[in-house]
């Protein structure tokens, strides 16, 4: 459309140009494309080869020569193996809180809008997973069907579809009590049609940003299964199992042993700045 | 009612009660709130029918029962001699293309992530208009209330004023091509001067297209400027209907005449003639036996606590009223009424 | 409010019911359960035995009944490790870990709480952005990670605080004396941190909604004193967070796994690790059994606490 003299910002023009005013939010998101980037491009980025063990640098301390954060217990070099680490962890983060976004914003949405006997009967089977910790959840999933990405992964979507579709139901039910829905009622539109362009448009946002909590939240029990062996197996580079192996070794070399942790601690700091930042700049009246 | 096969829309014992909180098993059944009850009413074509009444009397109720967001309990709504969502009648959907409604609230009416053009045009594009086409014309509807398309089409609803959001709405209900317009407080937000300017706007519209609205509102002066008929709501119930002349000049239910006596006046030479209703009205879920109306009536009599009058002509046909110190019957013929039903 | 509570009872019991079946299903969730007992050279006969002696061969819906039939009445089976009854390790390993979560919720949670409304308070100013920084901190870390860190700094390096186990020389009679108390410090704050940044911060929000609610600005119109008006903040903060604190002490129970891992804490967490190397489902079957009711029940003690402390909280 043009001809247009004063086009007006639009909403997401407004929420881009007060995250642009926020460095704290801009800082995470850095980080957390660089650390995106080097698990993309580990093998270029990687100093040596993540599963090269020698036992001659077995826990060499930080800035030993070529192991410029030192060596794990194998003697493999710690640099290349907390670059290839993030691999696994963005991945265990990130996919499983997406699907169960589709998963569960499909759900809460259908129970929030349907209402009614569909709405108890989606939100009471959510409740029974709601009974359990998320942690405990994850554990008693992963413990039962046994170790392994695509299990965890499995776990982890498990996990999150109840909080989720609950953040989603008690959103579409906000909206749905709007007067704009009912007008559009009026103007004869279909359930799906409103669902469309009225219910997801103004509740995307908020489901949104409440996932991307979620992502610390994922990698911090993700990285929690590996630690008990119930992720990734060795000698796959990962953050939480290498913690776990490292552990025997906090008195020959403690530092070393904490540096996996380093990276789960910032890459969660990371994404819960983040949603904060989002979260309030978002957050506009209109 | 004698001018039935005149009247555009009408409305036969329209009932809704709302229930409230949820049957939990071998506890008792949460009470129900009686929002709407057996209200009758007619609007002939061209005219604005004008719905008065304390907040919580049902006056949006029956609004949205009309429209169909939501599903009477009983009763009939008869558009155009078609029944809706009977057989042999209109469906809801035809329904909608016959009459819109316009909301109280301006802003929450919009949705805020929608440019307004848009807004215009999504009640057509859902019914199956080209959105190309209906974008197009929802720049004529634009200019048909008074907003330049140049200016507002890619606007959203925060950026625009109350009358001007208020206009979109309007212009809004007229994209679907409505002979019948619902009113809900359209105007009670806004401020005084843009009210005017919105009313002439809504009687300019209603010449230009032929419109009948029904126009609900608590604000009695802007009622008795804008109808030809008048119909008085108390606690879900019709209690007075009748022409703006007849019913503001000589008022025959006791709770009309208190709304008009309590109504502000810039006339200092104007006293009041009757006292004005005190207190809240009753609440609804457990409305008072009889006259609904009793508990706060100076004029109540035993009759009136026992058996709820009926909605029927005072000496002039057209005027109707629901008291029984206004009608002709006599007490004796209501207890025989009351027995004939009964067996 | 006699109803309610029936009500919130009602309601609680098919999630109660729900949780039974879940945790019943885990067992088959991993396939075959009888794949980790049985040896390889297993013949088709013993194969048959074994199953008739588990119940294995009944139809599952039998299978359900008798193990929730057992359950109910605390037989939880037999330790495929241990040879011992599961209710015997695991009623053990619960007072351990309910020795944890009332440590932590009685010295974290209050702390928490303080400073939550600390900020609230001063929301804008620095003791708020101190105070949401370390929050954010406490939410983002991950505890067993925390955990291994303090033990470095305080164990391996400052060599002040015992690392392993809960008292001296691995003794599992627990007794309130100072010996104990140091082997409580480390997992105490292992085990907190996460749900301390959580309480803190619900509390902070809290507080400075309610602050900036009319009614509070009625009140200091009023004339009324500042400690009078931080009654009505707390009494009108206390709902919510009577929430946030009833889910973290079901954190404490869930979360323990990892800090009692760490800590050679003889709980329930540790004995889930151990089922969960050794495959020993029973364990893993009773103590997630027991931990998720444990959190139905508290769930129904908040609602309905919640709902004595603001008659208005009725849930439906």
Redesign the interface.
């Known amino acids: 459309m043009s001809a247009n003299i004063n086009k007006p910002r639009t909403y997401w023009q407004s929420v881009r140009s007060r995250l642009r005013r926020d460095p704290v939010t801009l800082t995470c998101a850095g980080i957390i494309i660089g650390i995106v980037l080097l698990s993309i491009f580990a093998p270029l980025i990687a100093p040596a080869n993540p599963y090269d063990a020698n036992m001659m640098k077995r826990l060499a301390p930080i800035g030993s020569p070529g192991y410029p954060l030192g060596a794990d217990e194998l003697g493999r070099d710690m640099l290349s193996r907390l670059i290839y680490g993030g691999r696994i962890s963005l991945i265990m983060g990130l996919v499983p809180v997406f699907i169960a976004l589709i998963i569960g914003a499909s759900c809460g949405l259908v129970a929030g809008y349907v209402g009614g006997r569909t709405n108890m009967l989606i939100m009471r089977t959510m409740d029974i997973f709601y009974a359990f910790p998320s942690i405990m959840l994850a554990i008693a999933i992963s413990g039962a069907i046994g170790a392994g990405i695509e299990n965890g992964l499995l776990s982890l979507t498990l996990v999150f579809i109840p909080p989720i579709t609950r953040v989603s139901e008690t959103i579409t039910v906000q909206i749905k009590s709007l007067d704009f829905i009912d007008a559009a009622r009026a103007s004869g539109a279909s359930n799906s049609r409103i669902i469309l362009s009225h219910i997801i448009v103004n509740a995307l946002g908020p489901i949104f940003i409440y996932c991307t909590s979620l992502v610390s939240v994922s990698i911090i029990i993700a990285s929690g299964l590996s630690f008990l062996g119930l992720g990734v197996s060795p000698p796959e580079a990962d953050w939480g199992l290498m913690l776990s192996t490292l552990r025997q070794s906090i008195y020959v070399n403690p530092w070393v042993c904490a540096l996996p942790g380093v990276m789960i601690f910032t890459t969660s700091l990371c994404f819960n700045l983040m949603s904060d930042g989002l979260r309030s700049a978002m957050d506009m009246k209109m | 009612m004698a001018k039935i096969d005149k009247s555009f829309v009408k409305v036969r014992n329209l009932k809704k009660y709302f229930q409230t ?2 049957q ?2 071998f ?1 008792k059944k949460p009470p129900a709130v009686k929002a709407v009850e057996n209200v009758s009413f007619d609007v002939f074509k061209g005219e604005t029918l004008g719905v008065v009444g304390e907040s919580g009397c049902g006056k949006s109720t029956v609004a ?1 029962l009309l ?1 169909q ?1 939501i599903k009477p309990d009983a009763g009939e709504i008869i558009i155009d001699g078609l029944a809706v969502e009977k057989r042999g009648g209109i469906s ?2 035809d329904l ?2 016959r009459m ?2 316009v ?3 301006s802003y ?7 440019p307004i053009e848009e807004s215009i045009a ?2 057509p594009i ?2 199956g208009k080209k959105p190309s086409e209906a974008m197009l014309e929802s720049k004529h509807f634009m200019d048909q209330v008074g907003l330049d398309p ?2 507002y ?7 625009l004023s109350g009358g001007q959001r208020q206009r979109v ?1 309007i212009a ?1 209900a007229l ?2 091509g409505p002979e019948v317009i619902i009113l809900d407080e359209a105007v009670s937000a806004l401020d005084k001067s843009v009210e005017a300017q919105v009313l002439n706007l809504l009687t300019d519209l209603k010449s230009d297209l032929k419109l009948t609205y029904i126009f609900i509102s608590h604000d009695l002066n802007v009622v008795k400027y804008i109808s030809d008929k008048v119909m008085v709501m108390y606690l879900g119930e019709v209690v007075e209907y009748g022409t703006v002349e007849d019913v503001y000049n000589s008022p025959k239910h006791p709770y009309t005449e208190a709304l008009l006596a309590s109504q502000p006046s810039m006339d200092p030479s104007r006293k009041l003639k009757t006292v004005p209703i005190t207190g809240d009205p009753p609440n609804p879920i457990n409305p008072p036996s009889g006259c609904k109306f009793h508990t706060r009536c100076p004029k109540v009599t035993d009759l009136c606590r026992t058996v709820n009058p009926k909605l029927q002509s005072t000496d002039n046909v057209d005027h109707l009223t629901a008291c029984h110190l206004a009608s002709n019957v006599t007490e004796v013929d209501v207890l025989n009424a009351q027995k004939g039903l009964n067996s | 409010m006699f109803s309610y509570f029936i009500k919130r009872l009602l309601y609680a019991l098919p999630i109660a019911i729900g949780v039974t079946v879940f945790v019943f299903s885990l067992v088959y969730m991993g396939g075959d359960p009888l794949d980790a007992v049985l040896p390889d050279d297993a013949t088709a006969a013993d194969v048959q035995e074994i199953k008739e002696i588990y119940g294995f061969d009944k139809p599952l819906p039998v299978q359900y009944i008798r193990w929730l039939g057992r359950a109910i009445t605390g037989d939880f089976g037999t330790s495929i490790g241990t040879g011992l009854p599961v209710a015997d390790e695991l009623g053990r390993a619960l007072v351990n870990t309910l020795i944890l979560a009332i440590c932590s919720a009685l010295t974290g949670f209050p702390f928490a709480v303080f400073l939550g409304t600390l900020a609230g308070y001063n929301h804008g100013q620095r003791a708020d952005k101190i105070v949401s920084g370390f929050a954010i901190t406490g939410v983002s870390v991950p505890h067993y990670w925390l955990a291994i860190v303090m033990v470095i700094v305080f164990s391996v390096e400052l060599n002040i605080l015992p690392s392993l186990g809960m008292g001296p020389g691995g003794s599992e009679d627990w007794t309130l004396d100072w010996a104990h108390a140091k082997h409580l410090i480390l997992p105490v704050i292992g085990g907190s941190i996460i749900s301390m940044g959580i309480i803190a911060r619900s509390m902070r929000a809290a507080v400075a909604e309610i602050l900036n609610q009319e009614f509070v600005r009625a009140l200091r119109s009023k004339g009324l004193s500042e400690s009078r008006i931080a009654y009505h903040v707390m009494k009108n903060a206390l709902p919510s967070i009577l929430g946030v604190v009833g889910l973290e002490i079901g954190s404490l129970m869930g979360g323990s796994i990892l800090i009692e891992t760490i800590f050679s804490w003889p709980g329930a967490g540790f004995l889930l690790n151990e089922a969960i190397f050794r495959r020993d489902l029973p364990v893993l079957q009773g103590t997630i059994l027991v931990l998720a009711m444990f959190f139905v029940i508290l769930n129904l003690i908040v609602d309905i606490s919640q709902t004595f402390v603001d008659k208005r909280i009725i849930r439906t």
């Open positions: 909180g949820t939990i098993p506890l949205r429209i967001l809801t959907r909608r293309h819109q409604m909301f109280q609230d929450a009416t919009l949705n805020p992530r929608m999504f009640g859902s019914n140049n200016i089409l890619h606007r959203y609803p925060h950026e709405n809004r994209a679907m």
